[in-house]
């Protein structure tokens, strides 16, 4: 397997986290002194079968894979039995608890754990450790045949001679290419880029090496046949193997977690354990002799084997005896010659060739071998007491820790044969069967059935007879135990079932047998023609039938009732209230996030359902508007100061948005140039990568600019850099591969300009920009200073000459938001029809001051229809001078042809864009008269400029100009009529508006009816015309003269009134699904666009660059998705609205991601299955549209029905039957057009009068009150007072709650950046100020309003400083500093609102005051004194509520909420809870949480209720339907009926107006496919034969029971699990499924299959997208791990869909077995781990079956890990989730002891560190976490001996961390403090382990562990800064991800060790030796790390 080794890592994890578990777990269980779990005996059970199934496989494994290396098999064969004799621990210890001796059956438990994972995990290693070995053996094989090869083979003419020298050599040259995939395979998975570089290159040396020597023998034997001299070639087929095998030692990949002893070699991971002085001399040596080699052959390589010798030499110093390491002894003896050989080899590796130079090398080399040698010889006199512990040298094969789990003394045997596996495994199904207690044998055999049913699909699929013919058996056989077991069940225990489950059981089990035959005869049919399509279909038929039948029989539980975790939560929040007691406010948020998971789900039901739920985006445009409308209302009112004050604010805003394309321009050409830099030094791994990167960004930053200039002037830069950086990029990387060719840097520093002049060609593009933005700020400062002046109409004025265009670009307010990148403007003919219907209207009321402000306007957007082209035509004229001046010596003739191209191409874009026809028609001439000379001119012009001496080619030029500037001529002369046309116009407007001063009624009219013809003078084509009819209001006078006419009794009228409200009923309705269709077809046109980018044919002899149409294509969509989003605004129809919003929503997600890949597209125009991923994204666009139009048919559908009541009134008024008529009117009523309609809705009038708002309720009831007091009425008073209080509530809370959701999002933003998130919540932000504004000015107290308006002003200035800072933070995640600064922020911008609502509460105290004077009134009352009653009235006045109210204010707004449900109280409480939380109060915490638990068991109960249970009695009642079918039985669709029914009522009659809507919804869905599901059981009962309608009936059925799924889903959140989310999208993929079939199998057109194609891949798609997100959040490891691998299996299903064609014959078989992934995914997501377990037993039962039938290759490494996965899997099954259940016996107070709490503790924050990524800052941080929980101080003494003189544990580990501490002390500037606590945590360790503390020990270990994965992770973040720009940097980054990798391994070790010390019930030796291993190589590995992280931050990343 090509990721081998990263599978057996995660297998390894899994183990060796359930091991540390089940550790910390007997501590708690010990204590508790609890009773054995009761699926403990089925689960031990498994654990022990799945790991003899290990074994097993891992035998025939040595007897294939490693057949030729006998070493290796052994070594796997010795390992296996090792595994099988552990096996035999786990009973015991079963035995024991079951039998009531807990204490010791929880210990012997840990320890049979301990031994089967240290056996498994050693048998892992050792696979994983075998391709290294083997590749070794090969190397030295290989080097073996080199020696014994004849290197001057002789007498080569004789045709024997040269073929013995061929067979000679073909052993040589294939194990040297065997060489070669073995180093190219380590490759793949190298740890980093130079580590792959270095494997790469050994293994081409390796086949280069063998080439060569066949090139050397073919050249021997055709000419030297006499005097042959081979000895070059063997000498590098030598040094390739010696190459290759030190390459893969350098490289090896660290060992998994909890394999010290993985095959390795190389810094920085060390050893097994303390390595001899001798063991340290003999690498010194070798290093020593391969340092001449390395500086001749491999200069660039010679420092670090420098660094290494060096390194080595001064570990030998510490180690040596005492006299030979004194200062002055070492320095001559060692370090003399040491330098020596170094200075040497420097000069060697300066110059190769210097001969004097490699002889001195070759000299001192010797020198220093011979010193190495004396120290040695030195150091082998006895010098004390000899040491035996574990830093002795190791005898035989080094002590292994993994081996030291459990004893492993056993003999070598021979490679196991096939025999032996089949009579190993031949009795495992019977013991299985009976180890599964009597209650799970249905379950048992069940999974026993259907995984051979599974398996014998596969098998025909792939057709084997004999594998197929072998699993039927067994599928038989386990069909009928079934039925058997079952049969039993009923007949030993009839007092559990009632009569009906009775006959249920007995209908399954006679189902059963009756399904065998039928399944038997239909697999006979397949095995005799695998061939047979209708056999296949049949077989496919009697397995399902089989199958559910066994479902009935072993009672399948239904699924999705187990409900959130509440439980999980309230431990949560209990933890948030102990984190507040002690002041730690970030752990009890943190705590709080964790808990509100379950409430949300009830308080928003759709979360996690893929509906989208998203905020808005303010695109810029918004914020830049609302700045500019500041403006304009300061303007307005005349106040300076505020002028003054907001147009920096503008400016500021402006550069936030305007610098993003330039920053990306300037991104762009600084990654060239490293490129570019890397290239001119040499070095030969470029950033290429960031060059990518920065024009992927480009394109992105560009193509969402909110200026559509921005954005087209981005888009041609993109088109016209991709093909020029890919140039550059193309030869760079052969520049990089071929550093000493100096011609290839050329050549890629030659193509360097192009790609620099097309980014400062689009900066220089988007200048004038910022340049028109300067002139508009001038003209803001010239309003500040009239407003100064008092000056009022010269502001006015001038403020509507900025309106325009007010920042220098268009920028539309609203367009994309939160939508796509916003398309163009609207283009001037638009407002130019909108300002001419202004200027007519005005004309027609007689308005001449409204028709002058139309004018100016008019005359402005038509300079823009005439100037461009003109100034497009003079730059033309320009660039034909400057081109003809560089003919003459005066420029640059490149640089001036490529102007004249541009202004050519500017002039054609403006004769295609101009909206006047007759504009477009002239300069279309024009440019096709200027193409046809223009080269023509440019030759002539660049000829004479290289000849300037040649007057002829001047003149030439000078001629060719000419004929460029003649069209250009005549273009002018023709624009000259037009603009006098539009000058007449200008005058005809003035005398209008003359006629218009001087009431000239006649004139005026005159004048507007010649204007209107040609109104501007020039013929314009509007692209988006707003018609000044309102269809709303025209049905709405239809409407009303219908009824006139009824009431009339005028038939006549009725009748003529109905053809126009179809017509204006058409217009209205039409125009949104126009709008849909529009972006549908723009959806096609980009499919199209990106699977064939250059269809569209080009100019002639324009080329078309790749992807050029796709740009096009994507703004065609945006403007289509942008015109569908205003048409939906501005329908009159809120209905419509809303689906529209609906619609739009949905779509948004689909749409950015296709146009994400379209952009995509466009970067790989060659990759066609990018372009077919692409277009698959594209095409799901079109389903949100669909389902829109389909929502609008019934609106229709009714309208139709209302016409026909018309009619009918017409008719009945014809007979003269006026009253049946005015009732069919009537019955209409409410809604004659099918839907509500809001005149003028978009058309700039009033909103209709509609309902008062709260304010007028509350002067309704203070009207009341005010009666009640003057009838002397004190019970009407006191009804009043909480209803007014409850109205008052309502209004008086809504801009509080506006300002604390705005506070909320702003923390939001400030918890993005503390956690590192680059992407902070800015949309919600922008959100939440929108709210918070229209929250506030739509308030209906003008008090309110004031002061929102005020915390508006103050905070909006707050907010842009803070998303300023948040982008800054985004840009750099690890930077803490600036995460700080925006937390800062974040507190600056919250402080104006608190300051709002600090300004309210004299509003609330005011109206508190009332209501208590309104009760005085009341009792005034009660005792008759109404003048005191009503002077107490008279008092409160006029403002009863604290504050002014203007009555009707906020009208439109949603009716109020209705009663406060149990849903409301919730949220409530969750309300409360959270803000004590904030505010540190934990008494009112405690106080909430047993009230939030009641409101929550409330709501659960309330949605648990009737109608779930009546929603799975319907599924039911269908399944049962099925079940008749496949039982011959009458189908029940009574039942189905009365089942529905039953639905239908309950959730009809269920007060929650949410259950009542999603049951109609339900009902609706459900009634068609119920009547076709009736249509289907017809057609079976007629056809009781025909498999095809029976199969035609399943499908029906499951199809029927989706709507009921969703509602399950949509009413039931508070109890909605994964698993019922899970069965909707399965249910989905499994319909799409059925459809593709049909298609296919019904030979449907090519474009049907297609449809049914995408379908299932976009349903497939969001399953397994909800199924990784199951795994992600699945608590028990083991389960997740198992829902992924399905959901990985899904995935590769789901590519080779992508790639499939819909005529593919693959189709079909591809989506075969997604039904029954799908389906276990299901089945496993809620499944108890006793239920896994007997599972897993299942497989492993059948696998013993089957092996009587398999092949000698079946069994593979595939196997062997999918059987160690299973295995780890039950282990965390064996008791549950450990951690999970410690907990649980946690949750009393004082249930554990402090040890175990801390334990627990320390568990949750080492899983935070481990699955976290990190900045070096904050990994520093956790790990300061982890002390602050621990308090553990620091070791001050020194150790009580020294490293060198430790043998115990206890001494090793005291040694190690005084060692580390005092490292990071002398350098603590550099280090991290990290390193010293792990120091901290070993001391206190091995004081613990020397007390024999084992909780302690327990808690040291666990504390040390995450100390060390700290340190891990910020090594790994430390290493990701390094720019690796240079050989030294990218060395010392290698050995840091080394360092990462290495320390994660040994934190994982010493925590499992520790565990297992800690928990045994005996000393034991084996574990001591392993922890000082463990402890030795640790300190190793940690100080050489803090060295690198000193030389890193001391020098490489000094000052960055």
Known sequence: MSNTDQIVRQIIDILTDSVSDLVLMVVVLREQNAQMPPQLPASSNAVNETAKKLGLIARKLASTDYKDFAEIATEINQAADALDSATQVMGKAVANLTGGAKKEGWDQLVDACRVVSGKTIRLLQIVYGAPLKRLKINADRLLDEANKFNEKPKGLKDQKAQQKLLDEMKPLTDKALRLEKHLNDRAKVADSPQARQELQEAAADARKAAQGLVDAVNDAINNHPDNADLSKAVDAVRKAAESGREASDKHAPPAPKGIPDAPKSGAPIPSTGPKSLHDDIAEAKKLANEMPNVAKTNPGGYPEAHDKLKDKVEQIRKKAPAPVAAKENWKDAVEKPLLEQLKAGRDVAKDPHDGNAKKALDDATKNLVKALDNVENASKAPSGPQKTGPGAPPKGRDALPGDNLGDDKHPAVDPATKKQLVDKMKDLGPELAKAIPAEKKPKYERAKLKDNLQAMKADVKHKNPKHAAQHTKQAVNAAKELAKVAKDDLAKNPQNYTPEERAHKEEAVAAIEHAIPEYVAAAKDVLADFNNPEAQKTLDDKIRKLERAADRAAEKPTQGTKGPKWNKAKEDIAKAIEAVKKGDRATAKKALDEAKKPIEKVLKPNAGRGLLDRDPTAAPADELDKLFDQFRNAADRGDPAAVDAIIPKIEDAYKNYADVPKDAADRLADAVDAVAEAIKAGDPNPPIADLEDAFDKFVNDTGKDPSPEVRAAGARAAEELKPKLDDFIKKAQEAAKNPADKRKAQVAEAAVPPVKKAIEDFKKGIKPLDDDFQKAKEEMKKVADAVRKGNRPAAKKAVEDLAEKPFGRNWNPQKGRGLLPPSDADGPSDELKKLWDKFKNAGNRGDPKGMENAMQPIERNLKKVTEPPKKAAEDVQKAVDAMLDAANGKGDPEKAADELRDAVAKLDKEAKSNPSPEVREIAREAVEQINDVVDDFIRKADDAARHPQDKAKAQAAAQAANNVKKPLNNFKEKMKPIEAEVAKNKDEMKKAVQAAQKGDKPALKQALEKLAEKPYG????????????????????????????????????????????????????????????????????????????????????????????????????????????????????????????????????????????????????????????????????????????????????????????????????????????????????????????????????????????????????????????????????????????????????????????????????????????????????????????????????????????????????????????????????????????????????????????????????????????????????????????????????????????????????????????????????????????????????????????????????????????????????????????????????????????????????????????????????????????????????????????????????????????????????????????????????????????????????????????????????????????????????????????????????????????????????????????????????????ADDAVEGAARAANLSAFLDACDEDDLDLGDLLDTANDLADLMKGLIGQTSAVAEDFGSAPDSLTHSAKAALDLTHLLRDIESGTFSPEEAEAMSEKVSELRGTAAPTDAPLKSLAEATTFEDIAAAVAYNIKKQCDENSANISKTGSSVATELAALATAARKGDRQQMLLSAKAASAHIAALSKEILALAQKIPAKNPQERSIQDHLFRCSQGLQNYGTQLRILTSVKAASIEESKDTDESLSTIATDLGDIISQALTSMAITNSTILKGK
């Open 1018 to 1729: 020039i013929t314009l084509a509007p692209t988006h015309a707003v018609p000044v009819e309102d269809p709303a209001l025209e049905l709405e006078k239809l409407w009303d003269q219908v009824k006139d006419a009824v009431e009339k009794g005028d038939a006549r009228a009725v009748e003529k009134a109905i053809p126009e409200i179809e017509k204006q009923y058409e217009r209205a309705a039409e125009k949104p699904k126009k709008a849909a269709d529009k972006v549908k077809e723009a959806v096609n046109n980009l499919v199209d666009a990106v699977r064939d980018p250059t269809h569209t044919p080009p100019a002639p002899g324009a080329p078309v660059p790749p992807g050029s149409r796709i740009p096009d294509a994507i703004r065609d969509l945006q403007d289509a998705f942008d015109d569908f989003i205003r048409e939906a605004d501005d329908d009159p129809s809120p209905e419509v609205r809303e689906e529209a919003r609906r619609a739009a929503e949905e779509a948004q997600p689909i749409l950015e991601e296709a146009i994400k890949k379209a952009v995509e597209a466009i970067k790989a125009p060659q990759d066609k299955k990018k372009a077919e991923e692409a277009a698959a994204k594209i095409f799901l666009a079109q389903k949100p549209m669909d389902a829109f139009k389909e929502k609008l048919k019934p609106m229709d559908d009714q309208f139709n029905k209302n016409k026909e009541q018309i009619k009918a009134a017409a008719d009945q008024l014809k007979k003269g039957n006026k009253p049946a008529a005015k009732k069919a009117i009537e019955s209409i009523e409410p809604k004659p057009f099918g839907r509500n309609f809001t005149p003028g809705k978009g058309r700039g009038m009033p909103p209709p009068e509609g309902s008062g708002g709260p304010s007028d309720e509350l002067k309704k009831l203070w009207d009341r009150f005010k009666k009640g007091a003057e009838k002397g009425d004190p019970q009407a008073m006191e009804r009043v007072i909480p209803e007014m209080a409850k109205n008052y509530q309502k209004v008086a809370d809504k801009p509080k709650n506006a300002a604390d959701k705005l506070k909320q999002a702003i923390d939001e933003v400030a918890k993005a950046a503390h956690e590192g998130n680059p992407n902070p919540p800015v949309n919600h932000l922008n959100k939440a100020f929108d709210d918070f504004v229209a929250d506030t000015q739509s308030d209906p107290s003008p008090e309110v309003r004031e002061e929102g308006a005020r915390a508006a002003d103050e905070v909006l200035p707050q907010l842009k400083e803070l998303l300023k800072k948040a982008a800054e933070a985004a840009q750099h995640p690890q930077d803490k500093a600036k995460a700080q600064q925006v937390a800062n922020a974040a507190a600056h911008a919250k402080k104006p609102l608190e300051g709002f609502k600090d300004r309210l509460k004299p509003l609330d105290d005011a109206y508190k005051r009332n209501q208590d004077e309104m009760k005085k009134a009341v009792d005034a009352v009660k005792k008759g004194w109404k003048p005191q009653a009503k002077k107490i009235i008279d008092d409160i006045g006029d403002k009863p509520f604290g504050r002014n109210f203007t009555p009707g204010k906020g009208k439109g707004l949603p009716p109020p909420d209705p009663a406060t449900g149990p849903s409301d109280e919730l949220k409530k409480l969750w309300d409360r809870m959270k803000k004590a939380a904030n505010k540190g109060d934990a008494p009112l915490m405690e106080k909430t949480l047993p009230e939030l638990d009641k409101a929550f068991q409330k709501v659960a109960e309330t949605q648990n209720s009737a109608p779930i249970e009546a929603a799975e009695e319907l599924e039911k009642a269908i399944d049962d339907a099925v079940a008749a079918v496949d039982d011959n039985r009458p189908i029940p669709l009574k039942e189905i009926k009365e089942a529905l029914d039953n639905f239908q009522a309950e959730t009809q009659n269920h007060p929650d107006p949410q259950v009542k809507y999603a049951g109609e919804k339900a009902v609706e869905e459900f009634k068609p496919e119920f009547a076709e599901l009736i249509k289907k059981a017809k057609e079976v009962m007629e056809n009781p034969n025909n498999p095809e309608k029976a199969r035609a009936f399943e499908k029906q059925a499951e199809k029927a029971k989706q709507p009921i799924k969703v509602f399950k889903v949509d009413v039931n959140p508070a109890n909605c699990d994964d698993a019922l989310v899970n069965d909707v999208y399965g249910g989905d993929v499994k319909d799409a499924i059925h459809d593709l079939k049909d298609a296919v199998q019904a030979h449907k057109k090519t474009p049907e299959i297609k449809k049914a194609l995408e379908n299932v891949k976009e349903k497939l798609a969001d399953y397994n997208n909800n199924a990784h997100e199951i795994a992600a959040n699945t608590e028990d490891p083991g389960k997740a791990n198992y829902i992924e691998r399905k959901a990985d299996e899904l995935d590769d299903i789901l590519d080779k869909l992508l790639v499939l064609e819909p005529e593919s014959p693959q189709l079909l078989d591809a989506v075969e077995i997604v039904p029954a992934l799908v389906d276990d995914i299901l089945e496993h997501i809620n499944s108890e781990p």
